[in-house]
DNA sequence: AATACGGGGTT
DNA sequence: AACCCAGTATT
């Protein structure tokens, strides 16, 4: 049903989500690089964190370790440090071992630019390697985090139920049958996805009288008066 | 499929 | 006092 609808309405919906984006979305600090690094550095801390919080931390951080292998190069301690505040110490220690492990296998320490190769370092799991995948490398790759998994579901699924293994293994399926043709237009997509989360699309309030995508929702359809 | 992992802001 | 937030690893 979801993916049927995705299917019938993805590129009028595209259009329109792209669109909003580049005249609404916010100016963030890691949406102003391309560098793999900062962009891994950003979504690790953004991992169940508040961009506010982040924002508080991201600069400090990248003055402090600027490169993977500076990253390497440091003692655990310091790298702690730099992550008090952020909660999820798992995910400091986990990023410590990814640059030491990278940078072991080659010299300047690189980061590789496909999903399945970053999939399998240590913190980096089926978001995270969609997210680097598409905007460090503009890769043609879907991501899923709470954001798009709430627009995917209000929009094209009102009836999945995200606790369902089942169901989120279908919202994946949409995000990447919404997927525009070239890796460019996935960065700005991916974004915009989760941007219409965050901003008007949110967990607990719906502003769709200002979103942009709600001639194509099924919530709006339903609900509207 | 369920749970641990942080901590601070919002309702 | 819940609920929420750019999830992942482990059981």
């Not at 690089?33 to 991201?58: A, F, G, H, K, N």
């Not at 978001?127 to 899923?144: H, I």
Request: with cysteine.
């Amino acid at each position: 049903m979801a993916l049927e609808r995705a299917l019938a309405v993805r590129l009028r919906f595209g259009r329109l989500l792209r669109a909003w984006y580049r005249a609404h979305h916010r100016d963030l600090p890691w949406r102003k690089t391309r560098d793999p690094y900062r962009i891994l550095v950003s979504e690790l801390m953004l991992q169940q964190t508040p961009v506010s919080r982040v924002m508080l931390r991201y600069g400090e951080f990248l003055e402090r370790f600027p490169t993977l292998d500076a990253l390497a190069r440091a003692r655990p301690a310091r790298v702690m440090e730099a992550w008090a505040g952020l909660g999820y110490y798992a995910r400091a220690r986990n990023l410590h071992r990814l640059a030491r492990t990278v940078a072991e296998s080659g010299a300047p320490a690189t980061l590789p630019g496909d999903a399945a190769a970053l999939r399998s370092l240590p913190g980096v799991g089926a978001y995270t390697a969609g997210a680097v995948a598409s905007f460090a490398f503009e890769q043609r790759e879907a991501l899923v985090d709470t954001n798009v998994a709430r627009v995917v579901r209000r929009v094209f699924g009102p009836e999945l139920d995200v606790t369902r293994g089942g169901d989120r293994r279908r919202i994946w399926e949409v995000a990447r049958a919404l997927l525009p043709r070239t890796g460019r237009a996935t960065y700005v997509h991916n974004q915009a996805l989760m941007e219409l989360g965050a901003l008007v699309c949110t967990a607990r309030v719906r502003h769709c009288g200002r979103c942009p995508v709600r001639s194509v929702c099924a919530t709006y359809e339903a609900d509207r008066p």
